[in-house]
């Protein structure tokens, strides 16, 4: 069982910048690829990033140039650095670690872009 920690978020200025980070505090030698996801009031959940065991990363059309997905000082920690945010990057944002058999999830954090 994979339990998801994650930390960051918060209100930011159209612009600025926010880092968001998740920790696999347990089972995380399963894990095969990390990613973040994220939902807006009244939307579905989007794929937003993700980096796999072999360092690929992957990256949603809306977020490529601006979002940047990379391991954390630990090899079970996802760190999403978002650049430039817009406030159509509003959204509470998930964490999600997939092994070869389950999906996994965080609690979300709610990203805010406002001015």
């Known amino acids: 069982q994979v339990q998801l920690v994650e930390s960051g978020g918060g209100l930011v200025q159209p612009g600025g910048s926010l880092r968001l980070s998740c920790a696999a505090i347990?089972?995380?030698?399963?894990?095969?690829?990390m990613g973040w996801y994220r939902q807006a009031p009244g939307e579905q959940r989007e794929f937003v990033a993700s980096?796999?065991?072999?360092?690929?990363?992957n990256y949603a059309d809306s977020v490529k140039g601006r979002f940047t997905i990379s391991r954390g000082a630990a090899t079970n920690t996802a760190i999403l650095q978002m650049d430039s945010l817009k406030p159509d990057d509003t959204a509470v944002y998930y964490c999600?670690?997939?092994?070869?058999?389950?999906?996994?999830w965080g609690q979300g954090t709610q990203v805010t872009v406002s001015s």
């Open positions: 347990r089972g995380w030698w399963g894990i095969t690829i």
């Open positions: 999600n670690a997939k092994t070869l058999t389950q999906d996994y």
């Open positions: 980096i796999n065991s072999d360092e690929a990363l």
